[in-house]
């Protein structure tokens, strides 16, 4: 049941191909440009574990690339240097954070063929979920808001 969730998960973020997605895709992963061009979204639905990873990887990929949008857009936004240091500083403790809650969330499948699956899933979605909080940051424009100067 888990591993479906985590399939509908990185099949709905991967709801755009563009080719700079496919491009770092391929770069990541190993696979060919005209690979994932071909099997980025059907991946998900083959039952090839390495076409549901391509498949996982373009969707993890899709979420970093906006997250990094969204981390600039906010760095933007903040005018003292004291909230940008305070933000990276954030920023580079969450991902720390991201990429270990993921090796524990995928430490029953180590060894197994589902592990890449189940660590891309949970990347994909810990990376969506910090979109998100983000993004609220960057809608906030009152005095209490993080980062606010």
């Known amino acids: 049941m888990r591993k479906l969730t985590l399939l509908l998960a ?3 973020t991967s ?3 563009n080719d700079k997605v496919i ?3 391929a770069r ?14 059907a991946g998900c639905d083959t039952g090839s574990p390495s076409l549901m990873y391509l498949c996982g990887e373009y969707g993890f990929v899709e979420s970093d690339l906006k997250l990094n949008e969204t981390y600039k857009a ?4 903040m005018q003292s240097k004291g ?3 305070k933000l990276r500083s954030v920023q580079k403790a969450w991902l720390a954070y991201r990429d270990k809650t993921c090796e524990f969330e995928a430490l029953s499948y180590l060894g197994g063929r589902d592990y890449q699956l189940v660590y ?4 994909t979605t810990q990376t969506t979920d910090r979109i998100m909080k983000l993004e609220e940051y960057l809608a906030c424009n009152d005095a209490g808001c993080p ?3």
């Open 10 to 12: 990185l099949i709905a």
């Open 120 to 123: 891309v899933g949970c990347l």
């Open 147 to 149: 980062g606010a100067d």
């Open 28 to 41: 990541r992963s190993g696979f060919s440009v005209e690979d994932v061009k071909k099997w980025h979204k």
């Open 15 to 17: 709801a755009m191909a």
């Open 23 to 25: 491009n770092e895709t």
């Open 74 to 77: 906010l760095l933007r936004k």
């Open 83 to 85: 909230s940008k240091e």
